[in-house]
T-cell receptor
């Protein structure tokens, strides 16, 4: 059974640009969550989508947005990038009951 | 913002010894407490989790001890092995909710 797939693995952007990250969940999983991981702030919850609807949202500015498609694949978008957005962005999928989140290996975003 | 405080930040244990990592949570509404293990270049992977209706849960060499009145829980790794060297994160949530609040992580190193 394939795990959670995140693309691309690495990204380098400059300040002011926007970026889109992609996540393919485990087959049969309808929930996709996004987390930001930095050395200073640790792992922080961004948002969660279930059946194409945002079900939960963390404390991030509106520059961070996401969506989920009918096949449960999800994308995360960050507009007007700032240096502080440099982080590992992790996607996690689950059946939707809150237990057993399966994480991908993440997308390492560097903003220059 | 409700936090989960994790200690120690780093831990060195000899092979065969017991590794102990502690966490304390603030939100009394939390009722799901997982531990995640993360290797370099990988996303976190669920190790073991506990609900507050039990005070201890054991899976192989890994045990969670839970103290509801103190709002604390800990991970014990028995017979620690070099392959256990990784970063460990505790987390808390409302059961059924994909929004996890993570601790700051403990870098565990097992030396021969």
């Amino acid at each position: 059974k394939a795990g959670v797939t995140q693309t691309p693995r690495y990204l380098i952007k400059t300040r002011g640009q926007q970026v889109t990250l992609s996540c393919s969940p485990i087959s049969g999983h309808r929930s996709v969550s996004w987390y930001q991981q930095t050395p200073g702030q640790g792992l922080q919850f961004l948002f969660e989508y279930f059946s194409e609807t945002q079900r939960n949202k963390g404390n991030f500015p509106g520059r961070f947005s996401g969506r989920q498609f009918s096949n449960s694949r999800s994308e995360m978008n960050v507009s007007t990038l700032e240096l502080g957005d440099s982080a590992l962005y992790l996607c996690a999928s689950s059946r939707g009951g809150g237990e057993k989140l399966f994480f991908g290996s993440g997308t390492q975003l560097s903003v220059l | 913002q409700q936090q989960v405080k994790q200690s120690p930040q780093s831990l060195i244990v000899q092979k065969g010894g017991i590794s102990i990592i502690n966490c304390a949570y603030e939100n009394t509404a939390f009722d799901y407490f997982p531990w995640y293990q993360q290797f370099p270049g990988k996303g976190p992977a669920l190790l073991i989790a506990i609900r507050p209706d039990v005070s201890e849960k054991k899976e192989g060499r890994f045990t969670i001890s839970f103290n509801k009145s103190a709002k604390q829980f800990s991970l014990h790794i028995m017979d620690s092995q070099p392959g256990d060297s990784a970063t460990y994160f505790c987390a808390s949530s409302n059961f059924g909710n994909e929004k996890l609040t993570f601790g700051t992580g403990t870098r565990l190193t097992i030396i021969p």
